[in-house]
């Protein structure tokens, strides 16, 4: 399967970001058909084939099954079940963990707008922490300086606020986090399925 020309230029960003290693946040809109899960394996493949490490995990259980070597997010990262913003992850400096998450080059988060913004805060809290020990300019980066990709849409499910009203509603979302402003936001809007069956249609002809 080729990828669309959209498809080329998400990866050939997300891949640029992650040979420069000079970290990055991205957020990958999909629209239902474009290919996104494609897209989360064909990106793991490429920073792997190069014998680098990328953590794919998901919101869900069921999203996290698609991904390769997939886990949810709470299970590989040890984010708190209710986080606060003032929370971090149970990840302890100079653990396996530590060293996988200093050692990995991509990070990718499937169906992240479904989560309330504080798991994002109390992984960017963690890593920067994790990570300041391998260069103090760490501290100050988002996400500890690590590339992540966090994909999903908006029109999909939100983060569920028991008995929350509009506005908190909102104010929990992934775009309210205080780093959406250092986020570069990708889309993929080119339906794969339409596209196979009009190269079906010209191969007929």
């Known amino acids: 399967m080729k990828l669309t020309v959209e498809q080329k230029s998400v990866y050939d960003k997300i891949i640029s970001a992650v040979n420069e290693d000079k970290g990055g946040l991205f957020f990958l809109c999909d629209h239902g058909g474009t290919g996104i899960t494609f897209m989360w394996k064909i990106l793991s ?13 998901a919101s869900s259980g069921i999203a996290s099954l698609l991904l390769p070597g997939g886990r949810t997010a709470h299970s590989r990262f040890a984010i708190p079940l209710n986080p606060t913003e003032d929370s971090t992850c149970n990840i302890k400096q100079g653990s396996p963990l530590a060293k996988l998450i200093v050692k990995a080059k991509l990070i990718i988060w499937d169906e992240a707008p479904m989560m309330h913004k504080y798991y994002f805060e109390a992984l960017d809290q963690t890593l920067r922490e994790i990570l300041r020990f391998r260069d103090p300019s760490n501290l100050d980066r988002p996400f500890g300086g690590k590339t992540i990709i966090l994909g999903g849409g908006f029109r999909q499910i939100l983060p569920v606020i028991t008995k929350g009203t509009r506005q908190e509603i909102i104010q929990a979302t992934l775009n309210s986090l205080y780093l959406w402003p250092h986020c570069q936001v990708l889309k993929l809007t080119t339906n794969m399925r339409l596209q196979e069956n009009i190269s079906g249609a010209d191969l007929d002809d």
């Not at 084939?49 to 995990?57: A, Y």
């Open 45 to 57: 493949s490429g920073v792997r084939s190069k014998g680098d490490i990328v953590i794919n995990v």
